[in-house]
């Protein structure tokens, strides 16, 4: 079961492999841009043809993104003065790992 975009380590750096997994996921999927959430990892990376960004959360990463089209670059900017953390709570992912 696949429980979202984990492209991310502990320290915020690409996985290769995952980076990888979703190139060939996604290779076919017949969109510019996707924006996905919900695993606070914070990135704007091109996956098979597409932009995919997650913006990271308000409260926990402190981020938000900002697309700009028709240019497709995103730019990830850190909130309320606090320094961003690019994967928020990746522990919570490494107990799950057989699933993703």
């Known amino acids: 079961m696949i429980k979202g975009i984990l492209l ?3 320290k915020g750096h690409i996985i290769f492999d995952q980076k990888e997994f979703w190139d060939d996921r996604l290779k076919f999927f017949n969109y510019d ?8 990892q914070v990135f ?4 098979g043809d597409t932009l995919v960004i997650n913006p990271g959360s ?10 700009s ?5 995103c730019r990830i900017m850190p ?20 699933e993703i």
């Open 33 to 40: 841009v996707l924006v996905v959430g919900h695993t606070h």
């Open 79 to 98: 909130l309320s003065g606090k320094r961003p953390l690019m994967a928020w709570n990746w522990g919570m992912f490494r107990a799950n790992e057989q």
């Open 8 to 10: 991310l380590d502990e």
């Open 44 to 47: 704007a990376e091109k996956l």
């Open 58 to 67: 308000t409260k926990f990463n402190h981020t938000c993104a900002i697309l």
């Open 69 to 73: 089209l028709p240019e497709m670059t």
